[in-house]
């Protein structure tokens, strides 16, 4: 090879990259399309370490959030759980526990995502299907029964009525002797990515801003352990997004809380050390650790220079992850075990804190518990077997992941220009930018797909004819008549009165926006209001959202 | 409709807001030449139904990720015969466990397509079952 010598990459790539054709057909960009060249070299990445990099535990936290990281102690691994009604999910809970499983994470059903209880006309053939039923305290109760509150972090997938669940929660908590002050866990409460990328909403933009900044501010007050927000991009990346856009579209939903909160008249140090993130593991190995790496040194350049906080806990990162249910094949649905074990080595070699791996049968249906098993088992083999926790961020310094970490960040901050012309997050979703956008990248991959450009295993290339049955979860249609009894026998034992008075006063308080709603909140669940009567008080004072279609 | 476009709404029923595939299929239809009205997320069967009869439609195409299909989708079919509209052709796509697939087809629904459906053999399919 003496011929390329002292010509570097340019020489080394003329001379004899170029000397053999590449392979046709498949696209060697990323899976969000960004453009890889052969080879990454010091003659095409620059790096500045201490700025750009510098050390676990330290600004930019590029490298990692804790200065020991998995050596001090391992991600939390964080199942997403729900179906039925609170005791069916409680049990699945206490299967997980005794699994090895160090968290709780609730799913809940499309009824309570929307607001509406139960034995609602819009919940028919719905109650318990892709989550548990939650409709009033007593079913909190049901939910965590045989689990001490003091003992488990829980996070909640939980937005739009957000609020109410977290009332429940800390009344469940009151009644277990449990402080207030002593619960530990995460709500969701990201109501901009529902407008953007999931679509479970209730109240229009203004008003649910509000809520959330309720919530953060109670939260700072009462209920210091407990992450009040998590900033997600999951479910962005799951309608399609692309990686740059999951990274840009969550940062900047991010920046719109904080800005919210601090028009509210909040210091900055004082809530955003319990803001947290939620992303997304795809299939694209690189390129989602270079998310992750972009993220963390976004948000602590802006924490620090723009809004200038200065408690180091508010320029730190923390993110939860889940493997990509996007990425699940209902075709040959084992080769799922294999792209989530790689997705989670994603997220592992990112520095996440928390995980949740898919289950192989979720292109399907809800999991089986072999399934989910098996999925826990596969965190568990990353965690002890392979030696990837024994290096903090093992890959920095790569020139191929510095390169796509610093591309990302700049296609990141191109999105924040673009939305800030556009007059911030809320005017954006009014003009359906986030939800074309993201359209455009879904269809443009989907495309890819069909000609062939990129290979779904299964699906358009090693297809098989015989494939073979798989049992699947069935969830019992008689779940959700046992669910409507419930919620109507509670309607019909409490006290009519106390009910009529907390609603009155949520009422009250909703149309005066200088109150904040989780003191009338936490009453009315005490009173045993349920959560679709509070939201149909706030819906008689705030109207509904409703989203013009594009596609 | 002879000589003309074949007119298809495409529909989410159900609360749920998965709406990648919806989109994506809607864009292939029209890119093939159809005419698509989508209705947009958390339609009831009433509200969908409204839809295709006032817009002559050919086909409605029902998108449900929400496991509520084994009740919202027979609504749907006996809604459109209780307005004499049986002959709007009826395709379902989302997560349908088989046995699930096997019943709405004996209910009435022409094809159920799973995750993974290639959108051209959907096009595809459209363009043989639509009579011309």
Known sequence: MATTEGTGTDGWREELYEAKPERQGELFSTISGVENEPLYTPDNVEVEYERELGYPGLYPFTRGVYPSMYRGRLWTMRQFAGFGT?????????????HGQTGLSTAFDMPTLM?????????????????????????????FDGIPLDGVSTSMTINSPAAMLLAFYACVGEKQGVPVSALRGTVQTDILKEYIAQKEWIFPPEPSMRLVVDMIEWCAR???????????????????????????????????????CVARGLDVDEFAPRLSFFFNAHLDFFEEIAKYRAARRIWATRMRDKYGAKNPRSWLMRFHTQ??????????????????????LAAVLGGTQSLHTNSFDE????????AVRLALRTQ?????????VNTIDPLGGSYYLEHLTSELERQAYEYFDRIDKLGGVIAAIKENFFQREIAEASFRYQSEVERGQRVVVGVNRYQQDDERDLEILKIDPA??????????????????????????????????EDRNLMEPIMTAARADVTMGEMCDALRGVWGVWRETPVF | MPGGKIRVVVAKPGLDGHDRGAKIIARALRDAGMEVIYTGLHQTPEQIVETAIQEDADAVGISILSGAHMTLVPRIIELLRENGAEDVLVVVGGTVPQDDADEL??????????????????????????PA
């Not at chain 1, 305290?137 to 939910?143: Q, W």
């Not at chain 1, 568990?380 to 990837?388: K, L, N």
């Not at chain 1, 409507?484 to 009165?497: N, P, S």
């Open chain 1, 380 to 388: 568990q083999v990353i965690a002890h077997e392979t030696g990837v």
């Open chain 1, 363 to 370: 292109a399907l249906a809800l999991p089986t518990e072999h």
């Open chain 2, 105 to 130: 087809k004996k209910l009435g629904v022409a094809e159920v397509f799973g995750p993974g459906a290639a959108t051209g053999d959907i096009v595809d399919f459209l363009r043989g079952a639509v």
């Open chain 1, 86 to 98: 609170a005791e069916e999910t409680n049990e699945r809970f206490r299967y997980l526990l005794e």
């Open chain 1, 323 to 344: 493997t990509a249910g996007v990425s699940l094949t209902a075709q040959q649905p084992e080769v799922n075990l294999i792209r989530t074990a790689i997705e989670a």
């Open chain 1, 222 to 260: 009462e209920m210091p352990l407990m992450h009040p927000v998590s900033i997600s991009g999951y479910h962005i990346r799951e309608a399609g997004s692309t990686a740059a856009q999951e990274l840009a579209f969550t940062l900047a939903d991010g920046f719109a809380y904080v800005d919210a």
């Open chain 1, 479 to 512: 779940l959700e008549r046992k669910q409507i009894e419930r919620v109507q026998a509670l309607r019909a034992r409490r006290d009519a009165a106390a009910v009529e008075a907390a609603l009155a006063r949520l009422r009250e308080d909703a149309a005066h």
């Open chain 1, 115 to 143: 607001g509406y209880d139960s034995d609602h006309p819009r919940s028919l053939g719905e109650v318990g299907r892709e989550g548990v039923a939650i409709d009033s305290l007593d079913d909190m109760l049901t939910l």
